[in-house]
Structures are given as structure tokens and as C-alpha cells.
Nanobody
Framework: VQLQASGGGLVQTGSSLSLSCVAS????????IGWYRQDPGKQREFVAR?????????LYSDSVKGRFTVSGDNAMNTVHLQMNNLKPEDTAVYYC?????????WGQGTLVTVSS
């Protein structure tokens, strides 16, 4: 599975931004697809994910719940992250992530910077 992320950039506090990720390869194996982020000097942390079940269930970290929305297409080939009411603490490199039964896959990071 290969993951290609896009979006990101520099925005002001309170602004919105959208990230997208396109998966290719053995996408039929994907169970979950979503996003992690990493601030320099900190551990990579989970942000949000959507599952490939019939409900397309979602999961969010407490820090983004209510502000971010993750969505994926039926084929689990793409995942979007709509980020609203951005805060300076959301500044990080955001990584697209996909999970199969065997392993996790990572895309290249895209930088999101929120200025105060």
C-alpha cells in the first residue's frame, strides 16, 4: 500500500484546512485509514481514523474531537481530514496512515502550521 498525502500549509488560529490522502496498491487489504501527527521533539500521536466496516466508523483523539472530521470513500482509497477551528497546538507534520491485518503503512508527512 502506498499513501500520498496533500494539503497542509500555514494558517491563522481559528482557520480551517483540509488534508487528503490517496491510497494505491493493495487497498483492498486496508482495515483502517487515517492520520497521525508529530510535533518536533514529541512522539507521533494518533489524530483520527475511519474504518472499513459497513458503518465507516470513525475514531478521534480527544484533542481534535469536535473540531476535525475524518471521512473516507467506500473503497477506502482516499481519506480526508477537515480541520476546523485550528489552534497553535495543532501545528505538526501530519502523516497519512493505513492499517491492514499484517502491518501499518505510512505516507510522507505534510506540514500544518497554525500561527497565533
Amino acid at each position: 500500500v502506498q499513501l500520498q498525502a496533500s494539503g497542509g500549509g500555514l494558517v491563522q488560529t481559528g482557520s480551517s484546512l483540509s488534508l487528503s490522502c490517496v491510497a494505491s496498491g493493495a487497498t483492498f487489504k486496508i482495515i483502517h485509514i487515517g492520520w497521525y501527527r508529530q510535533d518536533p521533539g514529541k512522539q507521533r500521536e494518533f489524530v483520527a481514523r475511519v474504518s472499513g466496516d459497513s458503518d465507516r466508523s470513525t475514531l478521534y483523539s480527544d484533542s481534535v474531537k469536535g473540531r476535525f472530521t475524518v471521512s473516507g470513500d467506500n473503497a477506502m482509497n482516499t481519506v480526508h481530514l477537515q480541520m476546523n477551528n485550528l489552534k497553535p497546538e495543532d501545528t505538526a507534520v501530519y502523516y497519512c496512515w493505513a492499517r491492514t491485518r499484517d502491518r501499518a503503512y505510512w505516507g510522507q508527512g505534510t506540514l500544518v502550521t497554525v500561527s497565533s
